[in-house]
């Protein structure tokens, strides 16, 4: 596919940054990392981006636009998250997916959110901190203990 045709095919869908409500623009991600790991939304005054569905023709954001903070935190639940599923899979002796999407729905009961709203992708700053006070003291007690 070439540059031209992946323009035009864009503007089918308008990506707003959540911070400043500038429209975003689709660059390869290149642009913010040494490599390219496909297309990016982004706004460069804010310094922050998306990702797209990979599998998308109209470069479908993966959420919504994060800036640094908002980055830092969905990577700090993501530690903690994963570590919690991750470890259902061997205590339980199931598949990979079975194990995360207990989790999530384990997490979303939490959070008192539904199911369908509960990507950590999604998340905002405040959803981001929720999630971490509430994975943390079971992924401090994995950590503790070899067996939970
Ligand atoms: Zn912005």
Redesign the pocket.
């Known amino acids: 596919m070439t540059k031209k045709r992946k323009k035009s095919k864009a503007k089918e869908t308008v990506v707003t940054?959540p911070?400043?409500n500038?429209l975003a623009d689709l660059q390869d991600s290149s642009v913010v990392y040494n490599q390219s790991y496909g297309m990016i939304w982004i706004?460069l005054?804010?310094q922050?981006w998306v990702g797209v569905h990979k599998d998308s023709r109209e470069y479908k954001p993966l959420g919504r636009l994060a800036n640094k903070e908002l980055r830092e935190a969905k990577i700090e639940v993501h530690t903690l998250f994963d570590k919690l599923w991750k470890h259902k899979i061997i205590k339980y002796n199931v598949s990979k997916n079975k194990a995360r999407d207990a989790g999530y729905k384990w997490l979303a009961r939490q959070m008192s959110i539904p199911t369908s709203k509960c990507h950590i992708g999604m998340f905002n700053l405040q959803q981001c901190q929720l999630a971490v006070e509430i994975c943390k003291p079971y992924a401090e007690k994995l950590e503790n203990k070899v067996n939970v």
């Open positions: 940054c911070y400043c500038q706004c005054p804010c922050a």
